[in-house]
């Protein structure tokens, strides 16, 4: 029997104490929560399960009765718990909002820290994703293709899935017709429900499932294990990477419920003693998109994934604002020797805003405690590109191959001091505004129609720059072009392009660009022709599509037209996130969004692995701004080295 006032919380006695939550058991599940809190040290290896949920809505209309009182609790949580409660036996749990003290402080800030232990011990992380009420799921059917992902073989995110899957698909049609309805039948058994949940959505719900030794997710009364979550995941990611299939809340299963199952993945295959600062890099880059009320958030939840060790020592302190927050966690990775820090950042992430009085005239709004610089990134912001950063470049790179980091941040808390090699002035730029329209997707006619325009336009200004002169790397416009379309052709997505049909090892750009050509930008290529074909068929409902092509056009293509469809669509894809850039000496490569001719400038910072766009404020200031990492065709392998070039040196100012 309980009393009716609310229960008083006791202090815990050690450091690493921590309260339990015992849930009785309920022969129905509206009968009363009654349960007991209870002291237990980390080190003593209690057995318990902790919770993971959305606290939802403030508002704590819902209660629990302890023998000594009362607690209340939100919908959400009430929901959780009687979905969890068994019919017969006790449950032990660790749930923050009631085994934490909500009003201490002192004692809510110590908890937090020590919530990556507590999830790493517990037996299980039980992943709550809301009421079924109105779902309807066939769990048998969800099982089922788990299996078929096994049996196909796609057992891990992280593998060559697209290609498994793509080995299917061009020349038999059977294939083609039964990955169209896979999206369907996976939606008709409900598996869309789990991925569509506001919990994949949280970013502190990363770190409880990272850390998880099992993760098991509850739905209503719906129970699946997680690795059963992601096989069926794998599958129609691997199916949709290789066709473009349309899908239910496409978005949402990009941004939050895939990424988290990638992220987990290289959580688990990461050796714990090998995880460094840059680690946090990645999982920023990847996670980001998610949910905070408060954006410190955004890096106090992922702080508990870092051992001590790394030398990352930030503590979740929210008396500093979020511009202050963002760049002292950029300043501790870049005092560590993460330059990669750099790649994440600049103008082409976000919507600059004049910093606070850079030129004395005392007309800005806003103190320089609300001025995020652009050499730290931006965490807010739902779109990040890393594509330039991640290529694979020779053995060394940049201007010099023996220069380290070289950077001070020991001035103001702003401005960031390196050395850098200054390459050369950006004079033309080449946007592709039309790759961004909303209603054109990669595989419509008329993207394909409007690209190849756009690289027939794009070729004859390669043409006409280096008719009279030659250009740094005295190559020849083809080549120069070739190149730049592709950044180099050194990322993965390029290696990607392929046929699977066809066992070579990927082609140089140029093969590719002759490839493209003959198919796409020739009237007589096959795809140009489809293309056309399909642009003036009119709609029909009964005929089958993917994402409005015709099914007939993935298996009647040839092993050649397939590549050249393949190098479309990673054309595409370079568009959406970078401009072509010409310097004045004739340096050509992709540049970030948004780059000005006349003001920015190609440089190599010491210590990064490529080089950057810097955007040059003017005579009546000596600070740059940072827009964003760059492609230089001729100077990504160290070949400024091997020639001898000379270009100037000198301490640069970024802000």
């Known amino acids: 029997m309980s009393l009716s006032g609310p229960y008083q919380y006791g202090a815990l006695g050690r450091t690493d104490s921590i309260r339990l939550l015992k849930l009785k058991p309920a022969s129905s599940s ?31 209309s819902q209660r629990i009765e302890l023998p000594s009182g009362c607690l209340k609790i939100t919908d959400s949580l009430a929901s959780a718990l009687r979905a969890l409660r068994s019919s017969d036996q006790p449950r032990q749990l660790w749930v923050d909002a009631v085994c934490i003290n909500q009003c201490d402080h002192v004692e809510k800030a110590h908890q937090v820290s020590q919530m ?74 409900g598996f869309f429900w789990l991925y569509q949940s506001s919990w994949f959505t949280r970013m502190w719900i990363v770190q409880e499932a990272l850390l998880a030794k099992r993760l098991i997710l509850h739905f209503g009364t719906v129970r699946l294990d997680w690795e059963d979550f992601k096989k069926v995941m794998i599958l129609i990611q691997a199916v949709n990477a290789a066709i473009s299939i349309p899908m239910t809340s496409r978005e949402v299963f990009v941004k939050y419920a895939w990424a988290l199952i990638e992220v987990r993945d290289h959580w688990l295959q990461s050796d714990s003693h090998s995880i460094t600062a840059n680690h946090i890099t990645y999982y920023m880059h990847e996670l980001r998109r998610r949910s905070c009320k408060d954006d410190r958030d955004r890096v106090f939840a992922l702080l508990g994934l870092l051992p001590e060790r790394t030398g990352l020592n930030l503590h979740p302190d929210y008396s500093k604002t979020v511009a202050e927050v963002y760049t002292e966690f950029a300043t501790a990775q870049l005092r560590l020797g993460n330059v990669g820090v750099l790649y994440d950042a600049g103008l082409w992430k976000r919507k600059y805003l004049q910093p606070p009085d850079s030129r004395g005239d005392g007309t800005s709004q806003f103190s320089w405690s609300e001025y995020l610089p652009t050499w730290a990134p931006d965490y807010r ?203 004045e000496d004739g340096y050509t490569g992709l540049a970030p969004l948004d780059t000005k001719a006349e003001t920015d400038v190609l440089a190599f910072i010491d210590g990064a692995n490529v080089p950057f766009i810097l955007r040059d404020l003017g005579e009546d200031a000596s600070d740059f701004l940072l827009v964003g990492p760059c492609y230089i065709h001729g100077l990504m392998d160290g070949e400024a080295v091997k020639q001898k070039t000379s270009f100037d040196r000198g301490t640069v100012q970024i802000i």
């Open 30 to 60: 509206d009968m009363t929560l009654r349960c007991e809190l209870f002291d237990s040290d980390l080190s003593a290896a209690p057995e318990y399960e902790a919770l993971s949920y959305v606290w939802g809505k403030d508002e704590r």
């Open 116 to 189: 990556a232990k507590i999830y790493g011990k517990a037996a299980r992380v039980l992943a709550w994703l809301g009421e079924s009420s109105n779902a309807t799921f066939n769990m048998a059917l969800v099982l089922d293709f788990a299996q078929k992902a096994v049996n196909i073989g796609l057992l891990s995110s992280r593998g060559e899935n697209r290609e498994t899957i793509r080995k299917w698909v061009y020349g038999d049609s059977e294939t083609v017709e039964w990955m169209t309805g896979v999206m369907g039948a996976v939606d008709d058994a």
């Open 381 to 583: 912001q739902d779109t990040t590109f890393m594509e330039l950063a991640e290529m694979r470049f020779g053995g060394y790179v940049g201007a010099d191959p023996r220069v380290p980091p070289n950077i001070d941040l020991s001035k103001e808390s702003y401005r960031l001091t390196t050395q850098a090699t200054l390459i050369d002035i950006v004079t033309c730029v080449q946007p592709s505004l039309f790759v961004h329209h909303e209603g054109l997707r990669a595989n419509d006619a008329l993207m394909l129609l409007t690209c190849r325009r756009f690289c027939m336009h794009l070729k004859r200004i390669f043409d006409s720059q280096f008719v009279d002169r030659p250009c740094p790397s005295h190559e020849d416009s083809t080549k120069i072009s070739a190149y730049s379309l592709v950044g180099g052709g050194t990322n993965k997505a390029y290696t990607e392009i392929s046929d699977p049909r066809v066992n070579h090892a990927p082609l140089d750009p140029v093969s590719l660009w002759n490839i493209y050509s003959r198919h796409c930008i020739s009237e007589d290529g096959e795809i140009y022709q489809a293309m056309q074909r399909e642009a003036r068929l009119p709609f029909s409902p009964s005929r089958k599509t993917i994402k409005g092509l015709g099914i007939e056009f993935y298996s009647s293509i040839n092993a050649e037209a397939a590549i050249a469809w393949n190098y479309h669509h990673h054309i595409v894809n370079i568009l959406r996130r970078h401009w072509f850039f010409i310097t």
